[in-house]
C-alpha cells in the first residue's frame, strides 16, 4: 500500500504525516509512506485543501486533520 500525506508544512500536515507513521510502525501494516510538500504535484492529485491523506491514489481525506481511530480504520480496510 502506498501512503502520501500531502502538505506544505504546516503543523497540521506534519501532525498527520507522524500520525499515519506511528500508526504504520505500530499495526505493522506494510505501506510506503510518503510526504508531498511541492504545491505543483499536491495539486496533480486533485487536492486544493491540506492536509490531505491518500491511500493507493485515493483521497481518505483532505482539509483537516483526522483522528487517529480515522486513520487506523481506514488503513485496515
Not at 505543483?40 to 481518505?60: C, H, Q, W, Y
Amino acid at each position: 500500500m502506498i501512503l502520501e500525506i500531502l502538505g506544505t508544512g504546516c503543523a497540521k500536515c506534519k501532525q498527520l504525516h507522524e500520525s499515519v507513521q506511528k500508526i504504520v510502525t505500530e499495526s505493522g501494516i506494510p505501506a510506503d509512506v510518503r510526504k508531498i510538500e511541492d504545491v505543483g504535484e499536491i495539486l496533480n492529485r486533485g487536492v486544493f485543501s491540506t492536509p490531505a491523506l491518500l491511500k493507493d491514489g485515493k483521497v481518505l481525506v483532505a482539509g483537516r486533520l483526522p483522528s487517529p481511530n480515522e486513520i487506523a480504520g481506514w488503513l485496515a480496510k
